[in-house]
């Protein structure tokens, strides 16, 4: 019952989840791929967005749909649908893709440089972050794709099977985590990392594959089913801060009107802002139904050891910009925006 009004409170100010059972558009359908699941708390909240696009572009507006991930292509695959035109847009996590250059892994989470979401939001949208990231595209998918925006929506927590209560009881641990910089960290903190989308997470808990993950909001765990297996979550979460990323296929953006690219723009910097304050809502409110249960033991680290990680962050930051060109802009350019808002001297 509790969850039920923490949802609802979460939705509130007008947005409703009740949705027609069947949408039919005459105008343009953008069909973006996101990163979630569906029924994914993520997922509900970005239903609700769509129908505020698609009421906001008007009658004979392009319209906009959001499917969950995998729904057309493996999510390692979205920006390459995109750019080949299978898909309108990708709205996924831009770490996924650090495969492909280590500059997507920097520009997918500077794990432990930021104190706040708000932060690192305004890097994304006005300190370069979406100039950095259209660099990356223009190079990857040979000018075929356009940067809507980045930036992330939540410190994520993280959940675990078993008490992690220090950085030492890392250890061992088998975590999924992120391809790139992010299992680097956790790499020198002594624990297993394992790639895994966040599709697949709750099943390798539950199987014992992993034991522990960084996976997502502390609310969207919720709603996923983590806490019914990973009784230990750390929040607030230990380093994370997966930026997610709004790109389309760039000849589809072209062929949009002026009015409906205004459009498209304004929506994705409201719903992402819209998207933190829920989320953090939605966290405070369960961590502390969590902190007066039996059941889930809610478990935030000391500064010492909060310290001792980011010092390891900081170590991978360096290696990952050696790797190439690219990656070394993308830390400069974080670094140049850490400089001017007083994080580093």
Known sequence: MRKSMIMAGILAAGLSLTLPATTVYAAQTLKFQASSKSGDWAMQFYQVWVEKFNRMTGDDGVKMEILPTQAVVPYRETI?????GILSG??????YFAGRDQAFSIMGDLIAGYDTVDQMQTYCQYGGGKEMLQKLYDKYTGGKTHVIGCGPYTREAFVSTKPILTIDDMKGVKVRSPEGMASDVFRRAGAAPVSLPFSEVYTSLEKGLVEAADASSYVNNDTSGMHKVAKYPIYPGIHSMAVLQVVMNKAAFDKLSVADQETLDVWYIAMTASMMRASDIGDRKLVAEHNASDDIT???WPQDSRDALR???????NEAATKSPLAKEALDSHLGFMKTIGLLD
């Open 80 to 84: 390459d649908a995109v750019a080949n």
């Open 90 to 95: 990708d709205l996924n996590a831009i770490s």
């Open 311 to 317: 010092a390891m962050a900081v170590e991978a930051w």
């Open 298 to 300: 809610v478990v935030d």
